[in-house]
């Protein structure tokens, strides 16, 4: 597994940007594919996942609603939707990825062994 990240960069508050996560490596069928993001001072922190099988999605709460995940099983990519962006909504973006996960520990980075690069997203007020 091989994972690029992409599709960070500068926007105003109130825009929207997606974000790309793209396995090289092989296919993410049987894996659970998460967006987790870090703050300059603060811990990783879980935003969404998705099972490739079956499609099921799970978000961090303060993000349901404003953030979606999907995936597109031809293009092998995972996609984070962020729409309405805050300020604080400011972080480097990385995506995960890991073939077996216990559903509790979804939001736990290190319940994940593969990792993309970090995609850095700046949302200015």
């Known amino acids: 597994v091989q994972l690029q990240a992409s599709g960070g960069g500068l926007a105003q508050a109130g825009a929207s940007l997606t974000l790309s996560c793209v396995n090289s490596?092989?296919?993410?069928?049987?894996?659970?594919v998460a967006w987790f993001r870090q703050a300059p001072g603060n811990e990783r922190e879980f935003v969404a996942n998705?099972?490739?099988?079956?499609?099921?999605?799970t978000y961090t709460d303060s993000l349901k609603g404003r953030f979606t995940i999907s995936r597109d099983i031809n293009e092998n990519t995972v996609y984070l939707r962020m729409n309405s962006l805050k300020p604080e909504d400011t972080a480097v973006y990385y995506c995960?990825?890991?073939?077996?996960?216990?559903?509790?520990?979804?939001?736990?980075?290190?319940?994940?062994?593969?990792w993309g690069q970090g995609t850095l997203v700046t949302v200015s007020s």
């Open positions: 998705i099972r490739w099988n079956g499609g099921t999605t």
């Open positions: 995960a990825a890991s073939s077996r996960i216990i559903s509790s520990q979804i939001g736990v980075p290190s319940s994940y062994g593969h």
């Open positions: 490596g092989r296919t993410f069928r049987g894996y659970n």
